[in-house]
């Protein structure tokens, strides 16, 4: 079994709408997440990240940590197109992206 | 400021050919990692490096080396390339100990092995 779980995709909306993704994992030591964001035929730049639990808002991004329930959560509002990308989560057990274990991504694509 | 940058883009090699893949970030990082991304598979980490003149394997460090003789550089080579080599290999670099900090990544080489 992975540490890190994503649904792969690819995930279809229509512009406009909320958008949720999600990754779960196994090792309860993860305590820095974030969130990637990587168009196609590019690396993957960050988008959000949340240290411990809680939310995170920034823009149309919500980002929401269950440490509980071992599931981390992207919240797009209000889709673009421009938002179709393969979205990564990633987590780190240290506190630092020194060392990042990576969810598989999961493809997203707002259609028009 | 051009951040972490990769080359070449895309590259073509014949089984058992050599080749060197170059890293470079101008973000005075200590940390670089290499990667490679594969459908369905996700980001895995090849061989990453704390500092000049050291690295270390990562998940996935079989066909693999690597040099860090410069703080701002980090080398991948394929002694013997093999098809299951075909991939794209990202870079990345961040700094030592920050919270709050990401790993910084570049465009990407890919890499087709006939």
């Known amino acids: 079994q992975k540490e890190v779980e994503q649904d792969p995709g690819p995930l279809s909306v229509p512009e406009g709408a909320i958008v949720s993704l999600n990754c779960t994992y196994s090792?309860?030591?993860?305590?820095?997440f974030m969130w990637y964001r990587q168009y196609s035929r590019k690396g993957p730049e960050l988008l959000m990240y949340?240290?411990?639990?809680g939310n995170k808002e920034d823009g149309r991004f919500t980002a929401q940590v269950d440490k509980s329930s071992k599931y981390i959560s992207l919240f797009i509002r209000d889709s673009q197109p421009s938002d179709s990308a393969t979205y990564l989560c990633?987590?780190?057990?240290?506190?630092?992206?020194?060392?990042?274990?990576f969810g598989t991504g999961t493809r997203l694509q707002v259609t028009l | 400021n051009a951040g972490v940058t990769q080359t070449p883009k895309f590259r073509v090699l014949k089984t058992g050919q050599s080749m060197t893949l170059l890293c470079a970030q101008d973000?005075?990082?200590?940390?670089m990692y290499w990667y490679r991304q594969d459908p369905g598979m996700g980001l895995r980490l090849i061989h990453y490096?704390?500092?000049?003149?050291?690295?270390a394997k990562g998940e996935v460090p079989d066909g693999y080396n690597v040099s860090r003789l410069k703080k701002q550089n980090f080398l991948l080579g394929l002694e013997s390339a093999a098809p299951s080599q075909t991939s794209v290999y990202f870079c990345?670099?961040?700094?030592?100990?920050?919270?709050?900090?990401?790993?910084?990544f570049g465009p990407g080489t890919r890499l087709l092995v006939l």
């Open positions: 973000m005075n990082h200590e940390y």
């Open positions: 990633a987590m780190s057990a240290t506190g630092t992206a020194s060392k990042l274990t």
């Open positions: 990345a670099s961040t700094r030592a100990g920050a919270t709050q900090e990401t790993q910084y």
């Open positions: 090792n309860s030591a993860f305590q820095y």
């Open positions: 490096s704390v500092g000049e003149g050291t690295t």
């Open positions: 949340t240290y411990s639990s």
